[in-house]
């Protein structure tokens, strides 16, 4: 139980243009979604959390226009990475919690490549 | 400030050689403490929950345990795909909003 489908898992796109990436909780309704991005051999940092209906909450640093989340039903949140520009390049990852104690479980994550 | 800190970075063992990996923190106190696995190029996979300073879980060659200021988390006789990094996180205790707190991990590589 308690898998998380992230897509795609690789993208190539060009710089200037968008690119979308969704997240979907397969077997329980995840009450909060967080993304996450990881640089090479780093931890996990926080973009910002979302909640089921409501607008996301952004950590410090993150532009939230560059980032545009949308949470819109129980199994589904997409990050999209509007203008994207190499140094947007990275690995996107997202994470999905039920009830509020729960673990958070996490997507296979998505390599974004910025020419 | 909640903090949690791994060590080692990385740790390197002969096949069937166990060890340990610390997992130290300092939180307001403590709804939940998880490890995870994380293989390269994938997302982290869940591997144990603890709630309780005394609580101990185990899953094939690894058992996590866990006190009031750390956990650890032992693997006995380990295989080559042990190898992977294994993150640990803090769920602060002030409500269940909080956020989450990662380590940044302990890269662990196995040799046949």
């Known amino acids: 139980g308690a898998v998380v489908s992230q897509h795609p898992s690789r993208v190539i796109c060009k710089s200037g243009t968008s690119v979308k990436i969704e997240c979907r909780s397969l077997d329980f309704q995840a009450t909060t979604m967080f993304w996450y991005r990881q640089f090479p051999k780093q931890s996990l940092m926080l973009m910002a959390t979302s909640n089921e209906g409501s607008k996301a909450t952004y950590e410090q640093g993150v532009e939230k226009d560059k980032f545009l989340i949308n949470h819109a039903s129980l199994t589904l949140s997409t990050l999209t990475v509007t203008s994207a520009h190499p140094e947007d390049s990275s690995f996107y990852i997202c994470?999905?919690?039920?009830?509020?104690?729960?673990?958070?479980?996490f997507g296979n994550g998505t390599r974004l490549t910025v020419t | 400030e909640d903090q949690v800190t791994q060590s080692p970075e990385a740790l390197r063992l002969q096949e069937g050689e166990s060890s340990s990996l610390n997992c130290s923190y300092t939180?307001?106190?403590?709804?939940?403490l998880f490890w995870y696995r994380q293989d390269p190029g994938k997302g982290p996979e869940f591997l144990f929950t603890l709630y309780s300073a005394g609580e101990e879980k185990e899953k094939e060659r690894l058992k996590a345990t866990l006190t009031k200021k750390e956990s650890f988390l032992h693997i006995t006789a380990p295989k080559p795909e042990d190898s992977a990094t294994y993150l640990c996180?803090?769920?602060?205790?002030?409500?269940?909003?909080?956020?989450?707190?990662f380590g940044s991990g302990t890269r662990l590589s196995i040799r046949p």
């Open positions: 994470s999905a919690r039920g009830h509020g104690d729960s673990p958070l479980h």
């Open positions: 996180a803090v769920h602060p205790g002030y409500s269940s909003a909080s956020k989450i707190i």
């Open positions: 939180v307001s106190g403590l709804r939940g």
